[in-house]
């Protein structure tokens, strides 16, 4: 495989559900961030990881809690979801202080009943 | 505060026609600039991008034009298509470091 996976591809469960996220990059880049796209607002940045290490965490609340256990993998864990985080989140990854883009996965479709 | 500026929101084009998509900064920092085309059901994909060391870029349709002095720079889609039909994203980052995106731009094209 090659590029960003992100699984499951779509995903729906109750408000008090425990989940998680899983992406998986192949491209041998060094940071790996998580986004949440709603519709009509901006990609919203949640989660960077530079070098396995966690970077920035732009004012998630808790029932997000993100993993990195290697460069190539980040999950993001999932409990006690509201309906507004009903959304598409995306992975992405990039090599950091290189000009180079960020890659995204194709995301995972979330719905909080 | 909205780091990326893109305009118009929405935009409906013919078939031949160009398509302009528009982004302002204010950060003089951001020296990568790319932009992304994102279909429904997918994750946003790199179309093309520039350095402000250069005025211009083009990759066949698709041309990225850079002001570096008004800090605006645009994405011209020649000839659109209806396979052109896509949300369009614009960003900017310092040295690959994090990476601010605009609120897209959900282009239509006419057959």
């Known amino acids: 495989e090659t590029g960003v996976t992100q699984t499951p591809r779509h995903l729906v469960m109750g408000m008090t559900n425990k989940k998680s996220l899983k992406c998986e990059q192949h491209l041998g880049h060094n940071a790996m961030y998580w986004y949440k796209q709603s519709a009509k607002k901006p990609l919203e940045l949640m989660f960077v990881?530079?070098?396995?290490?966690?970077?920035e965490n732009n004012s998630v609340p808790s029932r997000f809690s993100p993993e990195c256990p290697n460069s190539s993998h980040l999950f993001l864990h999932l409990h006690t979801l509201q309906p507004e985080d009903s959304a598409l989140y995306l992975c992405?990854?990039?090599?950091?202080?290189?000009?180079?883009?960020?890659?995204f996965g194709d995301g995972t479709r979330l719905s909080i009943l | 505060q909205q780091q990326v500026k893109q305009s118009p929101q929405s935009l409906i084009v013919q078939k031949g026609g160009i398509s302009i998509i528009n982004c302002a900064y204010e950060?003089?920092?951001?020296?990568?600039f790319p932009w992304y085309q994102q279909f429904p059901g997918k994750g946003p994909a790199l179309l093309i991008a520039i350095r402000p060391d250069v005025s211009e870029k083009k990759e066949g349709r698709f041309t990225i034009s850079f002001n570096k002095s008004a800090k605006q720079f645009s994405l011209h889609i020649m000839d659109s298509q209806p396979g052109d039909s896509a949300t369009y994203f614009c960003a900017a980052s310092m040295t690959g470091n994090q990476f601010y995106f605009g609120t897209g731009t959900s282009l239509t094209v006419i057959p």
């Open positions: 950060n003089t920092a951001f020296d990568y």
């Open positions: 992405a990854s990039s090599q950091m202080y290189v000009d180079q883009p960020q890659h």
């Open positions: 990881y530079n070098f396995k290490e966690q970077t």
